[in-house]
């Protein structure tokens, strides 16, 4: 009964790989985020993504490319993997946007590029 | 633009109270809080929308000054289960939250 489910919870890679991390939701949240936690807590956004529409796209390198197939996944996806991408990226969604509701967060996945 | 909240960290003894302060330089459309333990997602405690506005749940309040520019975090009687960092997290706009930097708490026996 997990509402917001990420995986994997850890990823560890070398430079230059390719990877993917997926979210789902079974809230029944129409908006989906991707927050980027790094080494000091700093949480800053990525994406935002609206019954599949993308809304925010943040100042991210383009090696960074989020996938919504329907408006309880939302999956990103990272190209030639940097040292400086480790961090841990959160999802998140909320019931419509940000101004009324609260955000439901996934647990994290632990990206560490070696 | 990032909230800036104060203070960056404090040490309380249970039964203490705590008030964590989160300021914008630009007025907001709303002001969530939340509280991420260690090695945890971040966990959604409450949300203003108003000038003027207070809200509170237990023992932990909020409040939303009239100008909507700084909000403030109350913990009162502070339990051991309080420990952990908290956020807040403001919106100008563009239904997009941006956190600030976080205040760390650690409640000590």
């Known amino acids: 009964d997990t509402a917001v489910s990420q995986t994997p919870k850890y990823l560890v890679t070398q430079m230059g790989n390719d990877k993917s991390i997926k979210c789902e939701q079974n809230l029944g949240h129409d908006t989906m985020y991707w927050y980027k936690q790094d080494s000091k807590k700093f949480l800053k956004i990525m994406f935002s993504y609206n019954n599949k529409e993308l809304i925010i796209n943040e100042t991210v390198p383009n090696r960074f490319s989020p996938k919504s197939p329907d408006k309880a996944h939302l999956n990103l996806h990272i190209n030639s993997l940097e040292l400086g991408d480790s961090a841990v990226y959160f999802c998140a969604s909320s019931q419509g946007g940000a101004a009324n509701y609260g955000y439901t967060f996934g647990s994290g996945t632990r990206l560490t590029v070696v | 633009q990032q909230p800036v909240q104060s203070p960056q960290a404090v040490i309380l003894r249970e039964g203490e109270d705590a008030v964590i302060n989160c300021s914008s330089s630009?007025?907001?459309?709303?002001v969530h809080w939340y509280r991420q333990k260690h090695g945890e997602a971040p966990v959604f405690l409450m949300i203003l929308l108003k000038g003027g506005e207070q809200k509170g749940h237990d023992k932990i309040s909020a409040s939303f000054n009239e100008k909507k520019q700084q909000s403030s975090l109350y913990l009162t009687a502070s339990q051991l289960s309080y420990s952990g960092t908290y956020f807040c997290g403001t919106e100008v706009g563009y239904q997009k939250v941006t956190f600030g930097t976080g205040t760390k708490l650690q409640v000590i026996p």
């Open positions: 630009k007025a907001l459309y709303s």
